[in-house]
């Protein structure tokens, strides 16, 4: 629209007429500006709000109705969260409609681990399903102690931003909340190292802080172009 608008006035001589009535550039580009800054607030707005409902909506219906084909599609991957009393839940993947957790390995310290194929949050109390118990013995080395079909776990305490993290990957998340996760944190400024989920907060909360400039580019990069004028311009 910027390259329409403004090469189509000079091409009829309008820009020229218009400074020489006194009408300086800048109150031009001004209205250009203004809708380039209008369009702005809109993508943060959808970056905001908008998208990461219509993302989480989306992933939730897909989850629910096509829940195979969500499931060979989702690359395998290892996620990780820390649990109130600091010990580490590693996991695969997480179900928000089942509040499930799957494939998951709860690191309860250096000498203990469980190995659970479903583990449920859904409740006060966390139940792991098919839970293998792995103990170092006095050799040093784990080897599987008990199994269970069914193994209420009253120790796992999750916190509500951790389960919300876990439903929510960093792509559905809007700018402020991955503003929070990372604000505190010093290796965002280069002063030290993130792990991989880190890593990714910050490359998509730094995404959403870019992109909407692209409006503001679109404005000043070809408005000095389409503005020239002169007795030998084409």
């Known amino acids: 629209s910027t390259i329409k608008v403004l090469t189509t006035l000079n091409s009829h001589n309008e820009i020229s007429a218009l400074v020489t ?14 809708s380039a800054a209008v ?11 908008i998208q990461p409902l219509s993302l989480n909506h989306l992933d939730g219906f897909e989850e629910r109705y096509f829940r195979d084909n969500f499931k060979e599609n989702t690359p395998p ?9 600091n010990s580490l839940l590693l996991y695969q993947s997480y179900s928000p409609t089942q509040q499930s957790f799957f494939d998951a390995y709860w690191i309860r310290s250096g000498d203990e681990i469980y ?19 792995l103990i170092r ?8 102690s008990q199994s269970y079909e069914l193994l209420p776990l009253p120790e796992m305490e999750f916190e509500e931003k951790s389960l919300y993290a876990a439903a929510h990957p960093p792509r559905l998340q809007s700018i402020s909340d991955l503003f929070i996760q990372l604000s ?16 990714e907060i910050a490359t998509i909360l730094f995404y959403k802080l870019a992109i ?23």
């Not at 009535?21 to 203004?34: D, E, V």
């Not at 369009?39 to 709000?49: E, K, P, S, T, V």
């Open 77 to 85: 991957s290892v996620n990780r969260l820390l649990l109130k009393d």
């Open 39 to 49: 369009a702005m607030g809109f993508l943060y707005l959808n970056f905001q709000i």
């Open 115 to 133: 190995r659970i194929k479903t583990l449920s949050s859904s409740d006060t109390t966390a139940i792991g399903h098919y839970v293998d118990q």
């Open 137 to 144: 013995d006095d050799e040093g080395q784990l080897k599987r």
């Open 212 to 234: 909407p400039f692209a409006c503001l580019l679109a404005v000043l990069a070809p408005a000095p172009f389409s503005i020239r004028f002169g007795r030998h311009l084409p």
């Open 184 to 199: 505190w944190r010093k290796e965002v400024f280069g002063m030290g190292k993130m792990n991989d989920r880190e890593a």
């Open 21 to 34: 009535g006194g009408i300086p550039l800048k109150t031009l580009i001004r209205p250009l500006l203004l």
